[in-house]
């Protein structure tokens, strides 16, 4: 079991994606809260911090391999664990 007083610091650019580089497993065992210009995003895939951009899946776009596609929103990013 893990403890809980040792979360590891969050990254500047992060994914969700298991495929991707950014991806990183030990921060995925705590919950992550994203805010995106003050307001709280529960639908975020990717973010960046320091270029302050966030991805979030398209509601109904999809790509060839049947994955939504993901639309990116610019603004002031913040990851906090909840």
Not at 37 to 58: F, M
Request: contains cysteine; hydrophobic residues 30%.
């Amino acid at each position: 079991m893990s403890n809980t007083d040792s979360k590891p610091t969050l990254p500047d650019h992060l994914s969700g994606n298991s495929r991707s580089p950014f991806f990183v497993e030990e921060c995925f065992e705590h919950q992550i809260g994203i805010t995106l210009n003050g307001k709280e995003r529960t639908d975020v895939e990717e973010y960046c911090i320091s270029e302050g951009w966030v991805k979030i899946p398209s509601p109904k776009a999809k790509d060839r391999y049947g994955n939504p596609m993901l639309i990116t929103l610019k603004g002031e990013v913040t990851a906090f664990y909840k």
